[in-house]
Structures are given as C-alpha cells and as structure tokens.
C-alpha cells in the first residue's frame, strides 16, 4: 500500500474535509479526491462518506486511521529529524492559548530543555481551542493544551487543571460598587458599569454571570482587547470590571491593585485539557513533557 495515499487519508480523516486536507498538505482538491479514490479501490471498501460540509468517516476509514496514524506519525517524525542528526535531542511543538501557556506550561517545561543530555528543544505556538486542535490533527504540533475536549480517536486528551475565574475591578471602581450592596441585589448592581474583555462577545464574563447570578451581562465592553494581561492592566488602571482566571490576577489581588467584588461559595472553573495524537505517547520526549505537565499541574489548583 503507498504510503502517501496513506498519508493522504489520514490527513483527510483528521480535517473532516478534502479542503482542508488539500490545503494542509498542499495539493489540490481533485488530487486528493483521486488519491483517496484510488486507496478505497484498491481496499475494495469506501472509507468516507460525502456531505455537504466535509467528510465523515465509514468504520472501516476510523479502523484504517486508528491503526495507521500513530506509524504513519512515527515515519514522519524520523523524516524531520534525519538520520544523520542526533537523535538525543528531539524537537517538541507545543501550542495553546497565549496566556496560559506563558504563564504555567512553559517555565514547567524549559526545566526539561537541555537537561543532562536528555532533554529537547522547545517551540511554542498559541491559538484558541479550534486551531490548536487542528493543528495537532494535522501534525503540526506534539502536545496542545485547549480548553475544549477534543473529540475522535485519532486524538487523546487528559484532563490537566481547573481554572478559577474571578470578578474584579479597581479599587475606586470596587468601592462605589460595594461588596454587601452586590451580594444583595446581585447583577442588576452591575449594569452599565463599563466592562473590560478580549472578544466583543464576552465570553468571560456572559459564562461568570450565567454561574454566578443565572442571567446574561446587561453591558457591552467599554474595552476589548485579545490578551488577558491588556485586560488586568486596563482593569487596575481603572478602566471597568473583568472576569480574569485566578492564576492570572494573584499577585494584583495580593497587592491591592485590583479588588475581588465576589467570593462565591462555587466560583466558576474552566477545565484545561492536554492533548496528544494517540500512539505518539511512544515518543519518549512527547511522553516525558506529557507527563511533566501533569505532575506540574497539581500545583497550580
């Protein structure tokens, strides 16, 4: 069997489309939709079945995936990293969101960089759930760290930490709210207060008062701005309220920079998840940088 239709097909079965595989291997449409044309003659069975949006695979197409891709993954990694270099130092790609990544998973695996000649080189990339999700279906990266279950079984993801996320404001923001007065009246103390968040959305926020107060956010965002730490900073200059996750506002909460307007009983949590493509656990720094993240992990509840 050639291993580029194998290729091909994997790729195909981890994008969900023929678009999308095309583009990430860098072929056109039609060759794609010819290459997998020609595996499933030469299988004699079909291994996707056409929609309108993509692609979903038959069960033989999931068996042929599930038993190829690790290899297939494998063949691929001593392809990039040569014969001739040496094979004790290995290249790990990690990716996932911005803020988290620089602020816990990276300084947990720098310690494993160039340790005793046992250890790797380290790139990082960042992206939301989706894109870092696809790209580690693609090949792309080694470990991803995501917000969002990834789904199939070409992926496995493991449960790595619980974020705590907390509603703040500046002091002088804090003290015209008052504490007693919002643990009172609840949100309806907090409309038309100007709110500070990294999507026009509101994601942090409109998922804190669902938990907390059990309605939508009667605001729209005086600031919004991608990075988590643009929103602390805008928060302490006096900018509106936020919800930030705990690990990211500990030391201003600690200095008095900004105020906590909340303690809830059950404050909310957004689970983080770290993901591999299943079989590449066999590589040993995949699996040493796997299982560093988790032991670090129970530190940062």
């Not at 981890?14 to 020609?38: C, H, K, M």
């Not at 907390?212 to 009667?218: G, H, L, Q, S």
């Not at 006096?238 to 809830?264: H, I, N, Q, T």
Request: charged residues 20%; contains cysteine.
């Amino acid at each position: 069997m050639d291993l580029a239709l194998l290729r091909t097909f994997v790729t195909v079965h981890r994008a969900g489309s023929f678009t999308r595989a095309a583009a990430l291997l860098g072929l056109s449409q039609p060759a794609v939709t010819s290459q997998i044309r020609t595996l499933e003659r030469q299988l004699g069975r079909p291994l996707f079945l056409r929609q309108a949006r993509g692609v979903t695979p038959t069960t033989i197409g999931d068996e042929l995936a599930h038993k190829a891709a690790p290899h297939l993954d494998a063949l691929v990694e001593i392809a990039e990293t040569g014969l001739e270099e040496d094979s004790s130092v290995r290249t790990l790609h990690l990716a996932g969101p911005l803020e988290f990544t620089a602020a816990r998973a990276l300084p947990a695996l720098t310690t494993l960089t160039g340790q005793d000649g046992q250890g790797f080189a380290l790139r990082a990339s960042f992206g939301n759930a989706e894109e870092v999700i696809e790209g580690l279906s693609a090949g792309h990266h080694d470990l991803a760290i995501t917000t969002a279950r990834p789904r199939g079984p070409l992926v496995t993801a493991t449960p790595l930490c619980d974020e705590e996320h907390v509603l703040v404001a500046g002091p002088p923001l804090a003290a015209r709210i008052g504490p007693g007065k919002l643990r009172r009246k609840g949100a309806s103390v907090l409309e038309n207060l100007p709110v500070v968040e990294v999507h026009e959305s509101l994601p942090l926020v409109a998922r804190y008062w669902a938990a907390v107060f059990d309605t939508r956010p009667a605001a729209s965002g005086a600031v919004i701005v991608p990075d988590l730490r643009a929103v602390l900073a805008c928060v302490a200059a006096g900018a509106g309220l936020a919800v930030l996750p705990r690990y990211l506002c500990a030391p201003a909460l600690k200095s008095g920079e900004v105020v906590a307007l909340l303690d809830p009983a059950v404050p909310p949590l957004r689970t983080y998840f770290l993901a591999v493509r299943t079989g590449t656990l066999a590589m040993p720094h995949i699996a040493r940088a796997h299982e560093w993240l988790l032991r670090a992990a129970v530190d940062w509840a």
